[in-house]
């Protein structure tokens, strides 16, 4: 089998895990009402299940980073993917408070290897390829999360069991990811030195190098932000609709069904922004259109406004996630995996910040004035967007010099950074 065979195969096993991962969190999420309902657990204990499952993922998440030093992130991505799955039906199988908190404490300790694993092959096949391949993984996620969105309206509408809900997925998902993750690819690590801080980290070896984590920060912050503002839509825009915009149970289920199709288009096109003002300036501009999707949302009369504020969200937030990850491996080709592991936490701290500080506020205060609140800390990303730079990634691996233009255009499907 060639490089090339092997590359383009890897590439779509690892879609695929993307995709799957969307379905999960999905389904997870937009159902959030339900599984309250299904244990009795009150609003003011909801926000601590939720910050459980970041905290546990962030553990995970840094426990990757070491256990990538032993085995491939294939390995762990292969194996923690069935039990995110398994985690999500146990989720609908319990009918006692102990039962869904181990669910989720599963589904947090294995989201957070799963969501590591992913973005460091992701990154290395994208060093394989010599060009950005990561926006195209993530439209994979938006698409998995537009059809576990879609499944969880099914549900609500014909007021299925949780567990009959989720059944169908796992069944038909698992056996498929299993299979596709023969095909992952653990692409090699070739550093190309370019500066004295790439110097640094190539005789650093698998850390960071002197001084790292202080260039690695502001993309830690910038990841922060985004996922407070994803997990404010994920974990709460259901209970909005519902509970202050007077929406039916359905009805809960559709604003981040449309988040997700936002999410999806803009990851679709958003290379030839990319291409033609440079990351920096696209990150500045969904900073900007995100944080007016939030004032819609606060303001909302409604709930097709406030589906509108969340259609405005999907677009800002969108490119923010897969162009930080891409720019961390481009700032340490030679230890992307820690890299990622690092930057992932973030993601994790965002969740851990913004589910449990809306809920907080929406209790004490309102739900509408906490939607303030992830606006103001999303457009904190304005002051590091310089961080993702204007330059292309500078790969320049081996792949790329011998395949030339016979490699595939992974660009159509991604985004140049």
């Known amino acids: ?33 339900a599984i309250q309902d299904r244990y009795g657990i009150s609003d003011g204990l909801l926000p601590a299940f939720l910050a459980a499952v970041p905290v546990l993922a962030g553990a ?42 181990l669910a989720l404490g599963l589904f947090g300790l294995s989201v957070g290897a799963l969501d590591a694993s992913m973005n460091m092959l992701g990154v290395s096949l994208q060093r394989a390829y010599g060009r950005s391949i990561m926006l195209g993984f993530h439209a994979a996620y938006s698409f998995g999360g537009i059809l576990g969105a879609s499944a969880a309206w099914a549900g609500a509408h014909w007021k299925l ?73 994920a974990n709460w825009s259901a209970k909005y609709l519902q509970d202050v915009l007077g929406s039916s149970e359905q009805m809960a289920t559709v604003p981040y069904n ?46 097709w406004v406030g589906m509108l504020g969340f259609t405005l969200l999907g677009i800002g937030l969108c490119v923010i996630v897969p162009q930080t990850f891409a720019a961390a491996g481009r700032l340490f080709p030679g230890a992307s995996d820690t890299a990622v592991a690092r930057l992932n936490i973030f993601n994790y701290v965002g969740f851990l910040i913004g589910s449990p500080l809306v809920g907080a506020l929406g209790d004490a205060w309102s739900y509408r004035g906490a939607m303030l609140v992830p606006m103001l800390l999303v457009l904190v990303t304005l002051f590091h967007a310089r961080s993702f730079g204007s330059e292309g990634a500078r790969y320049g691996v081996r792949h790329e010099r011998r395949a030339g233009d016979r490699a595939v255009d992974v660009g159509r499907g991604g985004n140049e950074v």
């Open 1 to 33: 089998m060639t490089d090339d065979v092997r590359l383009r195969r890897g590439r779509g096993a690892l879609g695929f895990s993307f995709f799957v991962q969307g379905v999960a969190f999905a389904l997870l999420v937009t159902r959030i009402p």
């Open 60 to 101: 995970s998440s840094v426990a990757t980073e070491h256990l990538v030093k032993r085995v491939a992130p294939s390995v762990v991505l292969r194996w923690a993917q069935p039990l995110v799955l398994l985690s999500l039906l146990g989720v609908g199988a319990g009918d006692r408070m102990w039962h869904v908190a």
């Open 161 to 233: 069991d949780l567990f009959v809900s989720y059944l169908p997925a796992v069944v038909v998902l698992l056996p498929v990811a299993l299979l596709g993750s023969r095909r992952y690819v653990d692409a090699p690590e070739t550093v190309t030195v370019t500066g004295p801080g790439e110097a640094a980290e190539k005789a650093a070896g698998k850390g960071l190098g002197s001084g790292g984590f202080k260039l690695l920060l502001p993309l830690c912050l910038v990841m922060a932000c985004a996922y407070i503002g994803d997990s404010t839509v």
């Open 258 to 303: 449309v988040y997700m199709v936002t999410t999806l288009v803009g990851r679709a096109v958003g290379d030839l922004g990319v291409r033609r003002f440079g990351a920096a300036a696209v990150v500045r501009g969904g900073t900007l259109v995100a944080a007016g999707g939030f004032a819609v949302v606060a303001v909302a009369p409604g709930a």
